[in-house]
Nanobody, 121 residues
Framework: QVQLVESGGGLVQAGGSLRLSCAAS????????MGWFRQAPGKEREFVAA????????KYAASVKGRFTISRDNADNTMYLQMSSLKPEDTAVYYC??????????????WGQGTQVTVSS
């Protein structure tokens, strides 16, 4: 079973940038479609972005499209989320996910522990 560890979260001012990383171990990284999700206080977890196994196809939530970029390095077993033009409403715990069971409905089998992103106004 793949294990996922997120890093790169922190405190940033509105308009700033952060890059999150998701390092995978165990399992075959390149065999998994992967995604990023987030959960803000008092809200349900929501889809942010996803990428296919080869990285040839990506998709984004409307709220982050044009500001966030998902990518992966299969040689390094790592997925990234480059976040730019950050807004206070982007504040949340960000989770990476692997083992997509339903691409259209953003369902995944494996989850990391999350990394906190806080955007100050």
């Amino acid at each position: 079973q793949v294990q996922l560890v997120e890093s790169g979260g922190g405190l940033v001012q509105a308009g700033g940038s952060l890059r999150l990383s998701c390092a995978a171990s165990r399992g075959t990284f390149s065999s998994y479609a992967m995604g990023w999700f987030r959960q803000a206080p008092g809200k349900e977890r929501e889809f942010v972005a996803a990428i296919t196994r080869s990285g040839d196809l990506t998709k984004y939530a409307a709220s982050v499209k044009g500001r966030f970029t998902i990518s992966r390095d299969n040689a390094d077993n790592t997925m990234y989320l480059q976040m730019s033009s950050l807004k206070p409403e982007d504040t949340a715990v960000y989770y990476c996910a692997a083992g997509c069971s339903d691409w259209a409905n953003n369902r995944y089998n494996y989850w990391g522990q999350g990394t906190q992103v806080t955007v100050s106004s």
